[in-house]
Nanobody, 114 residues
Framework: QVQLVESGGGLVQPGGSLRLSCAASRIILSIYLMGWYRQGPGKQRELVATITSGGTTNYPDSVKGRFTISRDNAKNTVYLQMNSLKPEDTAVYYC????????WGQGTQVTVSS
């Protein structure tokens, strides 16, 4: 069974950084479009970053310049580097593999608070 496992979440102060990882088993990530989403308390899930198989990235304005998505094909892992974190970045972060049907990880909690 294909699995995506996120890690790297935690509690960080405003202005701090975290790097999330999404590791895959039983599937080769490199050929797929991958994305990171988040869902804050009482909010809908929203897209925060995507990366194509060719390495093209895309971000919404809310995180552009602060978040960076990348992939290490040798490790079959996708990352989300988050810098200059704000309290409004607090959410559960999920990675998504754009297969048919799509595959989601279980999520990792990120809390930005002083």
């Amino acid at each position: 069974q294909v699995q995506l496992v996120e890690s790297g979440g935690g509690l960080v102060q405003p202005g701090g950084s975290l790097r999330l990882s999404c590791a895959a088993s039983r599937i080769i990530l490199s050929i797929y479009l991958m994305g990171w989403y988040r869902q804050g308390p009482g909010k809908q899930r929203e897209l925060v970053a995507t990366i194509t198989s060719g390495g093209t990235t895309n971000y919404p304005d809310s995180v552009k310049g602060r978040f960076t998505i990348s992939r290490d094909n040798a490790k079959n892992t996708v990352y989300l580097q988050m810098n200059s974190l704000k309290p409004e970045d607090t959410a559960v972060y999920y990675c998504k593999l754009f297969s048919t049907p799509p595959i989601w990880g279980q999520g990792t909690q990120v809390t930005v608070s002083s």
